[in-house]
Antibody, heavy 114, light 110 residues
Framework: EVQLVESGGGLIQPGGSLRLSCAAS????????MSWVRQAPGKGLEWVSV???????YYADSVKGRFTISRDNSKNTLYLQMNSLRAEDTAVYYC????????WGQGTLVTVSS | QPVLTQSSSASASLGSSVKLTCTLS???????IAWHQQQPGKAPRYLMK???????NKGSGVPDRFSGSSSGADRYLTISNLQSEDEADYYC????????FGTGTKVTVL
């Protein structure tokens, strides 16, 4: 079964760092476009970042320079390293496969608050 | 970078039809989009990919009640025979190097 399972969310203070994981099953992460999309409480979907199968990466202006997308082929897992976190980064973070996003994970909540 | 415009809300009676619109910004009218459904408290779900020609490909398990069409820069999602479980937020998505989502349309079933 094709599945994405996110983990790593939690409560973090402003300025802190957090790494999200997205474990994939049923397919190979490195062979697909893989994205992170977030949703602030009560708000719409916001695209965050993508990593192409060839390794190219792109970021939303709101996170560029603070977030890093990567993957571990041996673990078939996608990551999002989030540094210098701000209150406005509070959201449920989803990983997704393909463009458009054909497969979605269930999401992991990140709360940035003191 | 394309921009996607959606109306904030739509409503229709149980068993009737509703047509949602997603409009591509100037210069991007040929872009392919996708429609996603997000039911309350759940993750988004892919519904279909929709081309400027009006051709669309639905995801696995998406009911026949969901269909897509296009006209110029407008991309449409039509839900026929509206059911209570169709009450949800609907988002359109497109991309070039980066991804873009519309602001979403909340569908209420009366």
């Amino acid at each position: 079964e094709v599945q994405l399972v996110e983990s790593g969310g939690g409560l973090i203070q402003p300025g802190g760092s957090l790494r999200l994981s997205c474990a994939a099953s049923g397919f190979t992460v490195s062979s697909n476009y893989m994205s992170w999309v977030r949703q602030a409480p009560g708000k719409g979907l916001e695209w965050v970042s993508v990593i192409y199968s060839g390794g190219s990466t792109y970021y939303a202006d709101s996170v560029k320079g603070r977030f890093t997308i990567s993957r571990d082929n041996s673990k078939n897992t996608l990551y999002l390293q989030m540094n210098s976190l701000r209150a406005e980064d509070t959201a449920v973070y989803y990983c997704a496969r393909d463009r458009p996003a054909l497969i979605w994970g269930q999401g992991t909540l990140v709360t940035v608050s003191s | 970078q394309p921009v996607l415009t959606q109306s904030s809300s739509a409503s229709a009676s149980l068993g009737s039809s509703v047509k949602l619109t997603c409009t591509l910004s100037s210069g991007h009218s040929s872009y392919i989009i996708a429609w996603h459904q997000q039911q309350p408290g759940k993750a988004p779900r892919y519904l279909m990919k929709l081309e400027g020609s009006g051709s669309y490909n639905k995801g696995s398990g998406v009911p026949d009640r969901f269909s897509g069409s296009s006209s110029g820069a407008d991309r449409y999602l039509t839900i026929s025979n509206l059911q209570s479980e169709d009450e949800a937020d609907y988002y359109c998505e497109t991309w070039d190097s980066k991804g873009v989502f519309g602001t979403g349309t909340k569908v209420t079933v009366l």
